[in-house]
Structure formats: structure tokens, C-alpha cells
């Protein structure tokens, strides 16, 4: 391995072994680069022609994201309450 980066969510542009531009708009991933080879595991891709209409499928997934971690930390806050309200009961 000659190169290996994680990707935050954003747009890839690469270029095919046929010379064609090809645009993708990413979720976090990882990019591995060996020799001329360039590998990209990502959780979702999304391909498209125009960049603005990408840079819109960013901003959802960014918002998505957020949105999942915002309603995961609210549910661990909930369980960390109940759990401090159990032990309280149990001392009394």
C-alpha cells in the first residue's frame, strides 16, 4: 500500500481508464491507493453529471448524519438518566 486516507462526505472526481471524468458525491469511506490502482470503500456513493446537484446530495447526507447522532446521543443520555435513577433505588 502506497497510500491509505479516510474520506470525510464530499465529492470524489476521477478520471476512468477510457479517459471519462466521473463524479461521485460520498459518505465517510476509506481510500486505498497501491501501485497504479486506487481502491474506495465508502457506506454510500451517489453519482451524477452536475456538481451543484452533488454538492445538494452532500449537504443531505452531512444533515443525515447529524441528525443520526443527534437522536443516538439523545437515547444514550435517556439510558444514562435511567440508569442513575435504578441505582438511586436500589440505595434506598
Not at 462526505?9 to 459518505?27: C, H, K, N, Q, Y
Not at 481510500?31 to 497504479?36: E, N
Not at 451517489?46 to 446537484?53: P, Q
Amino acid at each position: 500500500m502506497d497510500f491509505v486516507t479516510a474520506l470525510a462526505p464530499g465529492i470524489l472526481s476521477f478520471v476512468t481508464p477510457d479517459g471519462t471524468e466521473r463524479l461521485l458525491a460520498v459518505d465517510h469511506g476509506i481510500l486505498v491507493k497501491r501501485a497504479d490502482e486506487v481502491l474506495v470503500s465508502t457506506a454510500g456513493a451517489y453519482e451524477g453529471r452536475e456538481l451543484g446537484a452533488l454538492r445538494e446530495t452532500v449537504m443531505e447526507l452531512a444533515n443525515a448524519a447529524e441528525d443520526r447522532d443527534r437522536v443516538a446521543r439523545s437515547a444514550l443520555a435517556r439510558l444514562e438518566v435511567n440508569i442513575v435513577r435504578r441505582f438511586i433505588e436500589l440505595r434506598q
